[in-house]
Structure formats: structure tokens, C-alpha cells
């Protein structure tokens, strides 16, 4: 039996989560944390989105994926791992490169949650003012 070579290495990032991602020779198995990626996220929309990446470049069933996801929720992870893919798809071939950035998926999301503010209940949500 053939040991799968590996091809590229990558990490990606989304609010509080981080994902590493390995891509290897295959035949397009996806496992996340060691998980099936269809046993790891609940929904159809989180695994469409791990997968984006290589829907986008034509690249399904060509490699086996190696994800490890640690931090921030479901919906973080998810993008973190389709962020890494991407990365990692780029350091294969540096030609997918135009693919990618069309799609918006070498770009870090910058978008963080906003830290609560002294004298509010929540970041931006005051308490009640009573005049009288």
C-alpha cells in the first residue's frame, strides 16, 4: 500500500477559531479533527463552505484533506478550515491564485466580536434611562 505524499500545508483563521489543513495525495476524503467532515459539521451550509475552495479551482476527488480545528464555534471553524484550504490549495499551485482571490477566499475575514463596554449590558446596548 502507497503512503498518500503530501502536497501542501496550511493555516487559516476566523474570529477565534484556527484551523491547520494538510493536503495529500487521494481521493477527496475530507476529515476534520479526525472526524468525517459530514460527522464533524451539522449542517449542509458549514461543509459547503469547507468545500468552496476546491469547488472554485476544480479540484474535488484529486486530494485526500487533513483539517485540525481548535477554537471560537462551528460557524468559525468552518471558515477557518475553508480559509487554511485555501491557503493551502495556493501553495500547491500559485496559477489558482486569480480563482481564489475572485471568490474572496484568501482573504482573512477581519471581523471580530466587539468587546462589552463599562456602564452597557452588552457592547453597544445601554441600560434603560429614566428621566423621572
Do not use: C
Amino acid at each position: 500500500m502507497a503512503v498518500a505524499q503530501l502536497i501542501a500545508h496550511a493555516a487559516g483563521s476566523r474570529k477565534e477559531a484556527r484551523a491547520r489543513v494538510w493536503l495529500r495525495t487521494g481521493n477527496g476524503r475530507i476529515t476534520v479533527n479526525e472526524k468525517d467532515l459530514d460527522a464533524y459539521f451539522p449542517t449542509p451550509a458549514l461543509r459547503e463552505a469547507v468545500r468552496q475552495p476546491l469547488v472554485a479551482t476544480n479540484t474535488q476527488g484529486r486530494f485526500d484533506v487533513v483539517a485540525h480545528a481548535e477554537g471560537g464555534g462551528v460557524r468559525g471553524q468552518a471558515e477557518a478550515v475553508r480559509h487554511a484550504l485555501s491557503r493551502a490549495l495556493l501553495g500547491m499551485d500559485d496559477a489558482l491564485r486569480g480563482v481564489l482571490r475572485k471568490q474572496g477566499l484568501l482573504t482573512r475575514d477581519p471581523r471580530m466580536k466587539e468587546r462589552k463596554k463599562y456602564g452597557h449590558k452588552r457592547a453597544r446596548k445601554g441600560f434603560q434611562y429614566s428621566k423621572r
